[in-house]
T-cell receptor, first 116, second 108 residues
Framework: NAGVTQTPKFRILKIGQSMTLQCTQD?????MYWYRQDPGMGLKLIYY???????DKGEVPNGYNVSRSTTEDFPLRLELAAPSQTSVYFC???????????????FGEGSRLTVL | QKEVEQNSGPLSVPEGAIASLNCTYS??????FFWYRQYSGKSPELIMS????GDKEDGRFTAQLNKASQYVSLLIRDSQPSDSATYLC????????FGQGTTLQVKP
C-alpha cells in the first residue's frame, strides 16, 4: 500500500524561485494537511483541507498556497522562496469515523527543502 | 501563550525505568489528545489517543488526561533503548495542533 506519497524528497531552491511539493494519498481520506518542521521543533500547520475544493489556513500560511481539486491530491506551492522556508515539509491525511475525524494522521516521508 | 506546550528535554532515563512525558494546552474546548512518536529523520507515528479524563493503557504506554488542569501525559514503563525518540503531543481544537516535542533518551 502506497499510503501518502510526497515528492520530491529533497530540493534546493534559490531565493525567489517557485516550486510545488506534490502529495498524493490512495486511502480515500477526506482530510489532508501540510505541516512544516524546523530543526528541534514540533509540527506547524500550514494549510489543511476537509475535502475536494475546500482548503483553509493553518498556523503559518504566509508564503504558501494550496489547492485540492481531487480527493487524492493536495499540492503545496511556494511562490517566492525565502531562506525562512528552509524546513522539512510533511503531508498527512486522516479519515472520518461517523461525522468526526479521528485525529490519527497518516504521514508521508517528508520533503526536505533548502532555500539558499 | 503557546497552544500546546512540552518540555523539549532531553529527558534521559535508564533502561527499565519509567519515562514520564508531559504536555499542557491552552484551549479548554479541546476535545481529543494524541501522542506521536518520531524517530530521527522519520515521519511521526501515532502511539496513543485519549478523549476522556483518566488513564488509558496500551501495553507499556499509559496516557493520562486531566481536562480541569489542561494537562495530558504519557508514561512509558520498562523503557527500552528503542523508545529513544521525540514524542509529540497533539491536541485537536478544530485543527490538530502539535507541541514542540520532548526528546527521550533511554540509556542501556
Amino acid at each position: 500500500n502506497a499510503g501518502v506519497t510526497q515528492t520530491p524528497k529533497f530540493r534546493i531552491l534559490k531565493i525567489g524561485q517557485s516550486m510545488t511539493l506534490q502529495c498524493t494519498q490512495d486511502m480515500n481520506h477526506n482530510y489532508m494537511y501540510w505541516y512544516r518542521q524546523d530543526p528541534g521543533m514540533g509540527l506547524k500547520l500550514i494549510y489543511y483541507s476537509v475535502g475536494a475544493g475546500i482548503t483553509d489556513k493553518g498556523e503559518v500560511p504566509n508564503g504558501y498556497n494550496v489547492s485540492r481539486s481531487t480527493t487524492e491530491d493536495f499540492p503545496l506551492r511556494l511562490e517566492l522562496a525565502a531562506p525562512s522556508q528552509t524546513s522539512v515539509y510533511f503531508c498527512a491525511s486522516s479519515y472520518l469515523v461517523g461525522r468526526q475525524y479521528t485525529g490519527e494522521l497518516f504521514f508521508g516521508e517528508g520533503s526536505r527543502l533548502t532555500v539558499l | 501563550q503557546k497552544e500546546v506546550e512540552q518540555n523539549s528535554g532531553p529527558l534521559s532515563v535508564p533502561e527499565g525505568a519509567i519515562a514520564s512525558l508531559n504536555c499542557t494546552y491552552s484551549d479548554r474546548g479541546s476535545q481529543s489528545f494524541f501522542w506521536y512518536r518520531q524517530y530521527s529523520g522519520k515521519s511521526p507515528e501515532l502511539i496513543m489517543s485519549i478523549y476522556s479524563n483518566g488513564d488509558k493503557e496500551d501495553g507499556r504506554f499509559t496516557a493520562q488526561l486531566n481536562k480541569a488542569s489542561q494537562y495530558v501525559s504519557l508514561l512509558i514503563r520498562d523503557s527500552q533503548p528503542s523508545d529513544s525518540a521525540t514524542y509529540l503531543c497533539a491536541v485537536r481544537t478544530g485543527k490538530l495542533i502539535f507541541g514542540q516535542g520532548t526528546t527521550l533518551q533511554v540509556k542501556p
